[in-house]
């Protein structure tokens, strides 16, 4: 079993600046990608940012410029730096991660999800 943590949304005024943290444990042999999705109301999820195990990133075109992909391969944390925050990314945001068992590859787990909610 392998437990996904977010943390760090909340409620911030269009043009600010949110960090969010996203903790992968339990039973991995080797952590692969790790990524951000999100889910507004209405609407179904998408991907925000992901990022290889070798660093590499890929973003979607509406935060381009405004979001930073990073991760920890120590701590098995991945993060997303969001800054000139507008109301539309309003959403709940799920991190998830790519990893491998001790007896399986190919594996992928979710987290619960954390609301950010920008303000006009």
């Known amino acids: 079993q392998v437990q996904v943590v977010e943390s760090g949304g909340g409620l911030v005024q269009a043009g600010g600046s949110l960090r969010l943290s996203c903790a992968a444990s339990g039973s991995i042999f080797s952590l692969n990608g790790m990524g951000w999705y999100r889910q507004a109301p209405g609407k179904q999820r998408e991907l925000v940012a992901r990022?290889?195990?070798?660093?590499?990133?890929n973003y979607a075109d509406s935060v381009k410029g405004r979001f930073t992909i990073t991760r920890s391969n120590t701590e098995n944390t991945v993060y997303l730096q969001m800054n000139s925050l507008k109301p539309e990314d309003t959403a709940v945001y799920y991190c998830?991660?790519?990893?491998?068992?001790?007896?399986?590859?190919?594996?992928?787990?979710w987290g619960q999800g954390t609301q950010v909610t920008v303000s006009s």
């Open positions: 998830n991660v790519d990893y491998a068992s001790r007896y399986y590859s190919g594996l992928r787990s």
């Open positions: 990022i290889t195990s070798g660093g590499s990133t």
